[in-house]
């Protein structure tokens, strides 16, 4: 990966597909993430590839590795894929995005984005006319269900909210953000689902889709012996 410095390219890196499901067990997505073998989570990589000021390349490289990786591999239901907020903004990597899922054989409105760092947007009415024309292609949006982007919700047009069931552990704030996302037409995914007991409570919910290890483990795609440039 040529957006990577020395230090990390002596490493590897690789992919991960977590199963999204719907409540009654189909397969709805897969969200894919990039791993680095040293850092226990992306929050690590994430620091460093911020320092470094690397974010569009890095999604540029990372969008490059996942068609080769995606070539090989069977995935069913849609893509969740997760980007720098601000390469939304590189007219080279929206071309790349616009055409990798043609290369692999399926639509745009497969495709869901995880915008990383969109808190850093200023121009928010700007960025959400970015957001706008990336969905009239069909690509769909996610935002974590997180009072810190109540505002940005109001304003960008998000299709899914994400609820960190681990992260806000009480059922009480679930059915209020249940009833955010029906109020505004949003669809809601919970995440980190790891026990029965929160499964049933989510059933009860009706929550549209469900992630985490009681529904699935992430699934190594690749593994990369990533070469110094």
Known sequence: MKSLPPILNREQ??????PIETIEGVVFA??????????SGAEALLRVVRHLELQAELDLDVLALLEETLRGEELHGSWN???????LYNSHLIATLE???????????????DLIDLEKQREVNQFGDVMTA???????????????????????PVDILKLDINKT??????RRWKGFAFRNDLKIIAQRVETE???KELQKLQVDY???????????LSLFEVQSY
């Open 30 to 39: 897969h969200e894919i993430l990039l791993r680095y073998k040293h850092f």
């Open 169 to 174: 552990p009480d059922p009480e704030e679930w």
């Open 197 to 199: 007991e929160q499964f």
């Open 210 to 220: 469900v992630q985490g290890y009681y529904i699935g483990k992430p699934k190594k």
């Open 13 to 18: 890196i690789y992919f991960v597909a977590s």
């Open 99 to 113: 055409q990798f899922p043609t290369r692999l054989g399926i639509s745009l409105d497969e495709l869901i984005l």
């Open 134 to 156: 990336l969905k009239e292609r069909g690509i769909r949006f996610a935002l974590p269900a997180d009072d810190e982007y109540r505002f940005l919700l109001s304003k960008l």
């Open 81 to 87: 894929l997760n980007l720098f907020s601000h390469s």
